[in-house]
């Protein structure tokens, strides 16, 4: 089982639709998770952090299923800018970022 | 916005010479990092640093990477003998706390 899998998508949506992406993760004693961004051939960007009591930053809620090893990310009122590669990350300890594959998302007008 | 700065951002070197690819954490932050990124591939862990000493590396880097902090300021990573499928994005990231990190633009390493 992959540490952390995403589905690679690409999700193709309209502008102002509202997309959710999930994750899940293989190592229970994972310790901290995020959502990074990552436009083509760029750096990834840390775009939230994520926790079990959820978090909300403008259009995007984050949500950590600590019990069933599942993150999500929800996106609202999609604006084109949105598009790029939505990465799930969990350090499963000792500084180290596990990637995921990344979920393409492309918003259309 | 104080942030991660990397050069060169683009090295293209022949097979089995060594490369040095450098990074400026910002200021503050005591965690550094690198990571690769195959083209088409994740983003892969290689090796964290603090305290000046390696706190973590991954089976990728083995003994032909090293990492170093040779001022207050640069944090470098050198690849000796490089082979072609060390061709990547290479990608320095720090912390101040060692949760969050942040990332540089990146190097793209092109072994011909």
């Known amino acids: 089982r992959k540490e952390v899998e995403q589905d690679p998508g690409p999700f193709n949506v309209p502008e102002g639709a509202t997309v959710a992406f999930n994750c899940t993760y293989s190592?229970?004693?994972?310790?901290?998770f995020f959502w990074y961004r990552q436009d083509c051939r760029k750096e990834p960007k840390l775009l939230m952090s994520?926790?079990?009591s959820g978090n909300e930053d403008g259009r995007f809620t984050a949500q950590l299923n600590r019990a069933s090893q599942y993150i999500s990310l929800l996106i609202r009122d999609s604006k084109l800018s949105d598009s790029a590669t939505y990465l799930c990350?969990?350090?499963?300890?000792?500084?180290?970022?596990?990637f995921g594959a990344g979920t393409i998302l492309r918003v259309k007008s | 916005e104080p942030e991660v700065t990397q050069t060169p951002s683009h090295q293209v070197t022949q097979m089995g010479q060594e490369v040095i690819l450098r990074c400026v954490p910002i200021?503050?932050?005591?965690?550094f990092y690198w990571y690769r990124q195959i083209l088409g591939q994740k983003v892969e862990f290689l090796v964290s640093?603090?305290?000046?000493?390696?706190?973590?590396k991954s089976e990728i880097f083995d003994d032909q990477f090293s990492v170093e902090r040779p001022d207050g300021s640069n944090f470098t990573l050198k690849i000796r003998s490089t082979k072609l499928e060390d061709s990547a994005m290479y990608f320095c990231?720090?912390?101040?706390?060692?949760?969050?990190?942040?990332f540089g633009p990146g190097t793209r390493l092109t072994v011909l």
């Open positions: 990231a720090s912390s101040d706390t060692g949760i969050q990190q942040f």
């Open positions: 190592n229970s004693a994972s310790q901290s």
């Open positions: 994520v926790y079990s």
């Open positions: 990350v969990v350090n499963i300890g000792g500084n180290k970022l596990v």
């Open positions: 200021s503050n932050h005591l965690y």
């Open positions: 640093f603090y305290n000046n000493e390696i706190s973590e």
